[in-house]
T-cell receptor, first 114, second 112 residues
Framework: KAGVTQTPRYLIKTRGQQVTLSCSPISGHRSVSWYQQTPGQGLQFLFEYFSETQRNKGNFPGRFSGRQFSNSRSEMNVSTLELGDSALYLC?????????????FGPGTRLLVL | AQRVTQPEKLLSVFKGAPVELKCNYSYSGSPELFWYVQYSRQRLQLLLRHISRESIKGFTADLNKGETSFHLKKPFAQEEDSAMYYCALSGPGGGSQGNLIFGKGTKLSVKP
């Protein structure tokens, strides 16, 4: 099976702009989670989607939002970008049939905000 | 608050030496704990989870609820074990691995 894919891989934006990142999970996986990785804060959970519904949400401002489509593909959006939003954004998917299933991570989208 | 602490940013050992990567957690309830690994230029991937009590690539980890620890151990390190290791906790909202709380990670360097 193809792994989790994320597009774009690299992105440069300026402060105040908005950005949309895309994640395609492994075929058959219904859960998609998003994480932000920065040198200072490490890996932080943003949100999780399952069957087009947000199931869990991390402690991020409302500028960060996401959605999941009927084919399980997911997008996350960051509005009014700030310099501190520069990070690697990781997406992970799992079948989500049981609680102990493995999450499979994508390669990430590296966002630089100038 | 739920938290995962990995006290060592960097751990350097020689090939064949024992390895222990420390992880302590703070969680109110029954935790689900995991170790993830990221090799150079590869994706983050699951190494092992406490519930399955398995040994992967010679690594084991025991959940110690009294000490709130989940240290990762390997008796004889190999050069290919060099990687970034993250301890993670399944957070509130329960029922899935989808909301992981990660430690800051420990970079393991195994020297020849």
């Amino acid at each position: 099976k193809a792994g989790v894919t994320q597009t774009p891989r690299y992105l440069i934006k300026t402060r105040g702009q908005q950005v949309t990142l895309s994640c395609s999970p492994i075929s058959g996986h219904r859960s998609v989670s998003w994480y932000q990785q920065t040198p200072g804060q490490g890996l932080q959970f943003l949100f999780e989607y399952f069957s087009e519904t947000q199931r869990n949400k991390g402690n991020f401002p409302g500028r960060f939002s996401g959605r999941q489509f009927s084919n399980s593909r997911s997008e996350m959006n960051v509005s009014t970008l700030e310099l501190g939003d520069s990070a690697l954004y990781l997406c992970a998917s799992s079948p989500a049939i049981t609680a102990q299933e493995t999450q499979y991570f994508g390669p990430g989208t590296r966002l630089l905000v100038l | 608050a739920q938290r995962v602490t990995q006290p060592e940013k960097l751990l350097s050992v020689f090939k064949g030496a024992p390895v222990e990567l420390k992880c302590n957690y703070s969680y109110s309830g029954s935790p689900e704990l995991f170790w993830y690994v990221q090799y150079s230029r590869q994706r983050l991937q699951l190494l092992l989870r406490h519930i399955s009590r398995e040994s992967i690539k010679g690594f084991t980890a025991d959940l110690n609820k009294g000490e709130t620890s989940f240290h990762l151990k390997k008796p004889f390190a190999q050069e290919e074990d060099s990687a970034m290791y993250y301890c993670a906790l399944s957070g509130p909202g329960g029922g899935s691995q989808g909301n992981l709380i990660f430690g800051k990670g420990t970079k393991l360097s195994v020297k020849p």
